[in-house]
Each structure stands twice: as structure tokens, then as C-alpha cells.
């Protein structure tokens, strides 16, 4: 019997690196979701089990820093990785062995979404895990994604970033060597503003805040978006707009799920519903 043969081109293969999230509105559930609305071939290392909905996080359990390990270079080694996502890694033992294997992997493309604190206000990253994650981290990131009061966290300050100081705060990160998307959702007003700094530029996205509940995942949304389009090929700059672009859709296409910060509809540019033939 002869073998079989691919009849379909290689998709854009992309490797999330983050937590599981029970709810499904963010982490690697989050994840995969986008990955699969972008038409990428979707694979994930899964750091932490967290037993979450849209409410509250309940529990964490670290996955043995041996097994997080184990999951990159498996996928690495076999399918192969065009982009690589990072999110939750919660402690500074898993950052520095998720380090330590992309040292050893060389990635083209690392987004890392610095995830902190869950919508819910829950802690995702211990305190002692700050430092590792810029110094271990930070330096081989493509671009690195933090919310307000996660820049803020990693420019060693509590709080959020003030409008005027945004821009000069984005710079600041860059000199890590990653180009920086500082997300403004945190902020206030009707329209929010990202700031793209990269190659020295700094680039604006401005949009109109979407005035919903359902924010459960935007910043994991987001990254993974990104992620997955420059896998696809596409330059930084027009990573995030689209990304951008994705977010607001799946915003707005949101369903009441949950009594809490409910989740984002990831599939909604797919117009496939459950039951449809």
C-alpha cells in the first residue's frame, strides 16, 4: 500500500505557552479559540491548572516545571513552531526553564502577554516571579503586551499609568529589546488607545471602547491574535491592527455567559453555530 499524501499545505503552526483556564473565556482555552478563528494550527505547554470561572479563581496547581518543559520540546522537536504565545507561567521556576527552552529553540516570533492578575482580581503571578519574568523573559520576547497596571508592575510601580506618562513608560520596556503594545483598555473614556512601540516608532490604535461585561481573556485574546497573524506572515504593525480589529469583533459578538466578567465570543468571524449542518 502506498503512503498517504498530504493533499492540503502546512498551516501556520503556533505554540501557546499559558494556563488552563475551567471557565474557557481565558488562557489556553482563550488561546486555541483564536488560534483556530485565524486558521492556524494551534498547540499548547500548559503551565498551571486553574479552577476559574467568571467570577473567581480558586485554585491553581502548578504543572511540574520537568512536564512544562517536556511540552515545548515535544512540539518543538515534532510538529515545528512559527510563533511562539506566552502567558500565565505564575512562578519563577517555570519562567526561567520556559527561558531556558527558548534559548534552546530559537523561535522567529515571541509574543509574551505579562498575565498577572486575572479579571477577577486574583493574583496569577507570584510576587517573586516579577523579577524573573523581565530578566529572563523580557529579552527574548519579539513584543511583549501588557494592560496598564502590568507595565506599570514591570517599570517597578503599583498602580496604572497616567495618559501623559504612557508613551514615554512604552519606551522604557523597549530598552528590554521587545517591541511593546501597551493596551489601553485600563484607561478611561470612550476611546482607547494602544500604543505599538517598535523599531523607535511609536505607532497609535485608536477605537471605540466596546461597553460590555464580557472581558473575561481580551488580553490573552489579543496576543494570541497577534501571534497567529505573524505566523502568517504578516509585519508586526498589521499584526496588531487586525488583532485589534479581531478583539472588537469578538466583543461585541459576546454572549452573557457567567455571572461575572464573562468571556469573549473567539469565534464569532467564523459564523458557525452548534447544530448548524
Known amino acids: 500500500m502506498s503512503p498517504l499524501v498530504p493533499t492540503h499545505p502546512v498551516p501556520p503552526r503556533v505554540l501557546t505557552i499559558a494556563g488552563s483556564d475551567s471557565g474557557g ?9 483564536t488560534f483556530a478563528a485565524h486558521k492556524v494550527f494551534g498547540m499548547s505547554a500548559i503551565s498551571a491548572i ?3 470561572n467568571t467570577v473567581e479563581v480558586r485554585s491553581v496547581h502548578e504543572v511540574p516545571e520537568e512536564v512544562v518543559a517536556d511540552q515545548i520540546d515535544a512540539v518543538f522537536e515534532d510538529l515545528g513552531v512559527d510563533a511562539v504565545k506566552i502567558g500565565m507561567l505564575s512562578s519563577a521556576g517555570i519562567i526561567g526553564v520556559v527561558a531556558d527552552r527558548l534559548r534552546h529553540h530559537r523561535p522567529a516570533w515571541v509574543v509574551l502577554d505579562p498575565v498577572m492578575v486575572a479579571k477577577s482580581g486574583d493574583a496569577l503571578l507570584r510576587e517573586d516571579a516579577v523579577q ?3 530578566d529572563e523573559l523580557l529579552p527574548l520576547a519579539t513584543v511583549v503586551t501588557p494592560n496598564l497596571p502590568e507595565a506599570a508592575r514591570l517599570l517597578g510601580r503599583n498602580g496604572s499609568l497616567a495618559e501623559e506618562e504612557r508613551e ?3 519606551q522604557r520596556l523597549a530598552e528590554a529589546g521587545p517591541a511593546v503594545l501597551l493596551k489601553g483598555g485600563h484607561g478611561e473614556g470612550d476611546v482607547v488607545e494602544d500604543l505599538l512601540v517598535v523599531d523607535g516608532d511609536v505607532l497609535r490604535f485608536r477605537h471605540p471602547r466596546v461597553h460590555t461585561r464580557s472581558t473575561h481573556g481580551t488580553g490573552c485574546t489579543l496576543s494570541s491574535a497577534v501571534a ?18 479581531y478583539l472588537q469583533g469578538a466583543l461585541r459578538a459576546a454572549y452573557p455567559l457567567g455571572s461575572g466578567q464573562g468571556p469573549v465570543n ?3 468571524n467564523l459564523k458557525v453555530r452548534a447544530g448548524d449542518a
Open 132 to 134: 524573573a519574568l523581565i
Open 228 to 245: 497567529a497573524r505573524v505566523a502568517g506572515g504578516a509585519s508586526l504593525r498589521d499584526a496588531v491592527a487586525g488583532a485589534i480589529d
Open 50 to 52: 486553574t479552577a476559574q
Open 266 to 268: 473567539h469565534l464569532w
Open 168 to 170: 514615554s513608560s512604552a
Open 25 to 33: 473565556g481565558a488562557g489556553i482555552q482563550a488561546d486555541l479559540k
